[in-house]
């Protein structure tokens, strides 16, 4: 059973970056897709995106293609969400996630097995 750990949130201005990691422990971290999901306040969860087990398919949510990046280092265990020209529309708690099912099924169902404690992402106007 994989435990994660989110890390890098914090406070930026409209326009601004900020680069989220996730640490995977246990398990065997290339048994999973890994996914980002957000939650803003009053709001349902939302999937942000996905990425299979190789890294070589990656799947967003519209709302951040073009300006998201997720990628993952199967030696480290990390996942990592970049994400560049943020609007206050961003702002949430983002987790971090893991499934052994398909990137796809996890971007369809916006369901996973695994989660983190999520880390806070606040962007000012």
């Known amino acids: 059973q994989v435990q994660l750990v989110e890390s890098g949130g914090g406070l930026v201005q409209a326009g601004g970056s900020l680069r989220l990691s996730c640490a995977a422990s246990?398990?065997?971290?290339?048994?999973?897709?890994m996914a980002w999901f957000r939650q803003a306040p009053g709001l349902e969860r939302e999937f942000v995106a996905v990425?299979?087990?190789?890294?070589?398919?990656?799947y967003y949510a519209d709302f951040v293609k073009g300006r998201f990046t997720i990628s993952r280092d199967n030696v480290k265990k990390m996942v990592y969400l970049q994400m560049n020209s943020l609007s206050p529309e961003d702002s949430a708690v983002y987790y971090c996630?893991?499934?052994?099912?398909?990137?796809?099924?996890?971007?369809?169902?916006?369901?996973?097995?695994?989660w983190g404690q999520g880390t806070q992402v606040t962007v000012s106007s």
């Open positions: 996630a893991a499934d052994t099912t398909s990137p796809t099924t996890i971007e369809l169902y916006e369901q996973a097995a695994f």
């Open positions: 246990g398990g065997t971290f290339t048994d999973y897709a």
């Open positions: 990425i299979s087990w190789s890294g070589g398919s990656t």
